[in-house]
Structures are given as C-alpha cells and as structure tokens.
C-alpha cells in the first residue's frame, strides 16, 4: 500500500525487480533427470526455488534454483521465501521456437489471479 500523502514517516511500497541465480547444481540435476528420467518427454515439471530480499539497499531481490529445485518437498532456505514454479524443457531449438511463450505466461497469470480472486492464495500462499 502506498502511504498516505505527507507523512515523511511511511514509505511506498515499490515493486522490486528479481534477479535470477540458477545455481551450477541446478544445471547439473537438470542434465541427469533428462537423460536419465525425462528423455524425451516435453511436459511441464515442477520446481521449487526460493527467494530473498534481505540484501543492502539497491541490489535487486535474488530468485535462486538450485540442486533441490526438483524436490518439492526440500526445505527453503532460513530467511527465504519459496517460489514454485514449472519448467518447460524442450528437446529441441525449433520446439523452442515455436512454443506459445506469451500464452504459458498469460495462463500462469490467470491462475495466480484466480487464486487471488478466491482466496486460495491466502491458505495456501505457495
């Protein structure tokens, strides 16, 4: 909420750009589900990450996948927030290509606006 005009006490809330850090864990881990689990199977996954905003003044909040980002269940991180989310890994540059980008990111909007809308989100925030 932003704060109520004149009062040199309260701030505004701003939003605060991410900065991802994909760990060399998360590279590897990624390698051996897909040669030794995903081969060619092109449907969606889901990985956890976590974020922090804890840093000095200026440096932007810090989105991080790592080894653990394939266990849902592993634990986050002491002073970090979760960040679920789905990878979508393609087998080749032209599956790439032709992948609908702008219409997984509209379709991962709307969920998160429907489970605002309902109130999920407040019961389950993740």
């Given amino acids: 909420m932003a704060a ?3 009062d040199p006490g309260l701030s505004k809330l701003q939003f605060a750009p991410f900065s ?5 864990g998360f590279w590897h881990e990624l390698t051996q589900k897909k040669l030794n689990e995903y081969r060619l199977d092109e449907a969606p996954k889901d990985i956890k990450g976590y974020y922090y905003n804890g840093d000095s003044a200026g440096l932007p909040a810090r989105l991080t996948l790592e080894f653990s980002a394939f266990d849902m269940s ?6 970090c ?4 989310g789905t990878l979508y890994n393609t087998n080749t540059l ?4 032709t992948a609908d980008k702008k219409l997984l990111l509209e379709q991962a909007a709307n969920e998160i606006w ?5 109130g999920a989100a407040l019961e389950k925030p993740v």
């Fill in 74 to 79: 592993a634990p986050t991180p002491a002073r």
């Fill in 20 to 24: 991802s850090a994909l760990d060399v």
């Fill in 94 to 97: 032209e599956s790439f290509k």
């Fill in 4 to 6: 109520a005009t004149g």
């Fill in 81 to 84: 927030c979760p960040a679920i």
């Fill in 114 to 118: 429907e489970s605002i809308k309902s």
